[in-house]
Nanobody, 127 residues
Framework: QVQLVESGGGLVQAGGSLRLSCAVS????????MGWFRQAPGKEREFVSA????????HYADSVKGRFTISRDNAKNTVYLQMNSLKPEDTAVYYC????????????????????WGQGTQVTVSS
């Protein structure tokens, strides 16, 4: 059984930074493409970012490009999301997810590709 546990969420003022972590256990971490999604109240869960198995390839939603950075440490079975210049509209529950099928730049936006999900961590950005 694969388990994903997010941490690092919290309350921050606009313009501030947070770093989210997602620790993965249960299977070999390096076989998974990893993604971050978020869900704001009353909205659908949306893609934020994804990173390939080796960390070479990344993909970002336009809304976070230039502000967020995804990375992974395969030795620590952990994926990160560094969030800078946060805005109130970034307020959401952030979820990490694992995809077994391999990297496909465009398809990594699709929730259906991801096999395992964490429980989420709340990020609140005040104005």
């Amino acid at each position: 059984q694969v388990q994903l546990v997010e941490s690092g969420g919290g309350l921050v003022q606009a313009g501030g930074s947070l770093r989210l972590s997602c620790a993965v256990s249960g299977r070999t971490f390096s076989v998974y493409v990893m993604g971050w999604f978020r869900q704001a109240p009353g909205k659908e869960r949306e893609f934020v970012s994804a990173i390939s198995r080796g960390g070479v390839n990344t993909h970002y939603a336009d809304s976070v490009k230039g502000r967020f950075t995804i990375s992974r440490d395969n030795a620590k079975n952990t994926v990160y999301l560094q969030m800078n210049s946060l805005k109130p509209e970034d307020t959401a529950v952030y979820y990490c997810a694992a995809d077994r099928t391999g990297w496909n730049y465009e398809n990594q936006r699709e929730r259906r590709l991801y096999d395992y999900w964490g429980q989420g961590t709340q990020v609140t950005v005040s104005s």
